[in-house]
């Protein structure tokens, strides 16, 4: 099912055509048409901001297009900086992998240079940090390691009666000297609720062939899955994210399993969404497998994740807008499908660490929270009416 109208159009005429470029259908006289209202310094904002420069510079440079020489500076001067920052990446990452496998650590690296694949050379894939899955009973090892190796923890959030298992899926360290962040998973994306277990993921993963060492990753079927509820979660405010969906359609996957996964495990809407926007930013032809995901649901879905496109809006900058929080609360739950949603309402009903500031009792007591949360809850909102 194809959308109606073209969601490309409600972009602004700079976003536009920044995806003409990274589609290699640049308009030569489009700028000039348009003069009165482009704005270059927006242009390169945008490349920016959706990561898409590492692609664009190259593309551009082989053009026949005249773009002003302190734009192609600009892009050079990122893009140079991208490969040296990837190839430092790439080393660490095979560097770490080694050590990994020599401690018998079970870990599969899922974004960065490991998506530099998808595009063949790791000059065209941005990425600000390494990340990587590993078994929760597995965590304190990897925590020690990585200490060894001379990465800081970052100051973990708040946690009442071990929450922290399911309501969260990962923790950030940083290194002291070279300042790259580590992020470990122990989940693929936050609770609550059930996702593939960590031993299927290692059944299915692979052994990535283009880098040295024991690197482990995602099975491309897992990936995809991975990668589409990862970009609609973050109402995919990139378009860099798009592109890697588009790359991997290009790909002969097992549809009937990451059908399957979807269902199982998401919302099918969620993945027909992802299918419309890539298929409308970027041209793509999806797979005849796949079609029957692009129902009316997944084109609503599609047209919410515009907000973010529209004017550059990154749901995790913080401190967000109100207007912009209070819209992201809501698209994150138009996301889910109905059984997500039982659990999220049941997860209400476990303590948060904010009851345990709002009423201090001795840890063995903290099971008491469970009654007491209602009555805490009313009144938090109760003394914040007050308050204004």
Known sequence: MRSEYRLEEKLS??????????????DIDMVHTKKKQWNWDRFLNYAI?????????????????DFPKTIMAALEERYQANTFKMLYFTSEMERLSVRFFEQKLHVLFLKGPILAELYGDLSLRTSSDLDALVPINELSKMDQLLKEEGFIREEPLPTILNDWKWRQHHTVYKHEESGMKFEVHWRLHPGPGTEISFN??????????????HVYCLGYEDLFVFLIIHGARHGWFRLRWLLDIHHMLHMDLNWELVCAHIKQYYHPAVAGQALFLTSEMF????PEKLTHLMNRKAERLSRTALYYLEDLVDPHSEPLPRDISVYNRRYLFSLMSFKKKCVVMMGYLYPYPEDARTLKLPRKLHYLYFLLRPFLWVWRKTRRVASI
């Open 13 to 26: 005429l700079e976003c536009r055509y920044l995806l003409k470029c990274v589609r290699n259908q640049m």
């Open 49 to 65: 901001h959706h990561r898409l420069y590492p692609v664009l510079y190259p593309i551009i440079k082989r053009s026949n297009v």
């Open 200 to 213: 299927t993921l290692w059944a299915n993963k692979r052994l990535h062939s283009q880098l040295n060492g």
């Open 283 to 286: 041209r793509t032809k999806i």
